[in-house]
């Protein structure tokens, strides 16, 4: 029997279907004016074509809607495609680390997937844990230095066998059909027996995941959850700790992402999320691979991030002056 991990900041509301509609419509209707904005600016790295417009407006210049669409499918497509190449910069490593033979193979020697190939081989572990500059992940480096290897790699093992089983269960002609959180079947991701308390938690095992399996599992990263919080309008939805995507301690005036967000619930805004991005791409006449289905919600997320970026880091900031820099 299984347990699940630490949802303390998770109401028990968030998991009501009443809640979860009432969440879906206000990101339903925030997306379209995120949508514009990171179709315009290419997926935020050009000038955005509405002051482009703007500036044709201003001097007299006609635009023409059928051109505007044209202009509108190209940058989608731009964007499509330079997510997919980033994406697949790292992805091989990923692959093979979630390799269900070689993992077996480790079983006498967990010691050494610990200290070479989780540490220096899987991208996203090997570059927080060199990323000497950020004091706030001290903390991880610790807590990685003195994690159990045997039980670093029952959980890796655990992660790929999952990932591959779900692979296998996948229906691609019905996967777009999916109603309800419960029918992703991914609460046991959520559980114990699939998490490495501070090490391999919700981000980083998701991560993993999606970068070997991106047409069935999202990266619940932080600017994702981020994301959600602007696309909700920062509402509470009846919540009384606040926002479910934040974690929020008004008497140290400090705020995160919230850690321990259910990736049940992530992975199905995310799916929605997807579905209206791959509706816009039916009306531009843009094709969208289905085998990267997640790497486009990504970078959409990654985008919204990235425009409340000063108000993101002022909130987090308020952490590293209330511990003096050792968060």
């Given at each position: 029997?299984?347990?699940?991990?630490?949802?303390?900041?998770?109401?028990?509301?968030?998991?009501?279907?009443?809640?979860?509609?009432?969440?879906?419509?206000?990101?339903?209707?925030?997306?379209?004016?995120?949508?514009?904005?990171?179709?315009?600016?290419?997926?935020?790295?050009?000038?955005?074509?509405?002051?482009?417009?703007?500036?044709?407006?201003?001097?007299?210049?006609?635009?023409?809607?059928?051109?505007?669409?044209?202009?509108?499918?190209?940058?989608?497509?731009?964007?499509?495609?330079?997510?997919?190449?980033?994406?697949?910069?790292?992805?091989?490593?990923?692959?093979?680390?979630?390799?269900?033979?070689?993992?077996?193979?480790?079983?006498?020697?967990?010691?050494?997937?610990?200290?070479?190939?989780?540490?220096?081989?899987?991208?996203?572990?090997?570059?927080?844990?060199?990323?000497?500059?950020?004091?706030?992940?001290?903390?991880?480096?610790y807590k990685f230095s003195n994690a159990d290897a045997d039980w670093l790699l029952e959980v890796v093992y655990k992660l790929c066998v999952f990932g591959d089983d779900y692979q296998k269960n996948y229906n691609p002609s019905t996967y777009e059909?999916?109603?309800?959180?419960?029918?992703?079947?991914?609460?046991?991701?959520?559980?114990?027996?699939?998490?490495?308390?501070?090490?391999?938690?919700?981000?980083?095992?998701?991560?993993?995941?999606?970068?070997?399996?991106?047409?069935?599992?999202?990266?619940?990263?932080?600017?994702?959850?981020?994301?959600?919080?602007?696309?909700?309008?920062?509402?509470?939805?009846?919540?009384?700790?606040?926002?479910e995507f934040l974690m929020i301690d008004v008497s140290k005036s400090t705020t995160q992402q919230n850690y321990f967000y259910p990736y049940r619930l992530f992975a199905f805004y995310a799916f929605e999320?997807?579905?209206?991005?791959?509706?816009?791409?039916?009306?531009?006449?843009?094709?969208?691979?289905?085998?990267?289905?997640?790497?486009?919600?990504?970078?959409?997320?990654?985008?919204?991030?990235?425009?409340?970026?000063?108000?993101?880091?002022?909130?987090?900031?308020?952490?590293?002056?209330?511990?003096?820099?050792?968060?």
């Amino acid at each position: 029997m299984y347990r699940e991990t630490d949802n303390r900041d998770i109401e028990d509301i968030c998991f009501e279907q009443d809640h979860i509609d009432k969440v879906l419509t206000v990101i339903k209707k925030n997306f379209e004016q995120y949508f514009n904005r990171f179709l315009s600016s290419s997926g935020g790295r050009d000038i955005s074509l509405d002051n482009v417009q703007e500036l044709q407006k201003k001097f007299g210049i006609e635009i023409h809607q059928k051109k505007k669409n044209n202009d509108s499918a190209e940058k989608f497509k731009t964007i499509i495609s330079e997510s997919i190449e980033n994406f697949e910069q790292d992805r091989e490593a990923y692959k093979a680390i979630f390799n269900q033979e070689l993992l077996e193979e480790l079983d006498e020697d967990a010691d050494m997937f610990k200290s070479k190939i989780l540490r220096n081989e899987c991208p996203i572990i090997h570059k927080t844990l060199a990323n000497t500059r950020a004091k706030e992940l001290d903390d991880y480096r610790y807590k990685f230095s003195n994690a159990d290897a045997d039980w670093l790699l029952e959980v890796v093992y655990k992660l790929c066998v999952f990932g591959d089983d779900y692979q296998k269960n996948y229906n691609p002609s019905t996967y777009e059909n999916i109603q309800t959180y419960q029918d992703l079947n991914l609460e046991l991701l959520d559980t114990e027996d699939y998490t490495v308390y501070g090490v391999i938690g919700g981000g980083i095992k998701t991560h993993m995941l999606y970068k070997v399996h991106p047409a069935i599992f999202p990266s619940r990263s932080q600017s994702a959850i981020w994301a959600l919080w602007y696309l909700t309008d920062k509402r509470t939805f009846g919540c009384r700790t606040d926002s479910e995507f934040l974690m929020i301690d008004v008497s140290k005036s400090t705020t995160q992402q919230n850690y321990f967000y259910p990736y049940r619930l992530f992975a199905f805004y995310a799916f929605e999320i997807y579905k209206m991005l791959r509706d816009k791409a039916t009306e531009l006449k843009v094709g969208i691979d289905t085998t990267y289905r997640y790497v486009i919600v990504d970078a959409f997320l990654e985008f919204i991030a990235s425009e409340h970026e000063s108000e993101i880091s002022l909130l987090k900031s308020q952490i590293k002056k209330r511990d003096g820099g050792n968060a």
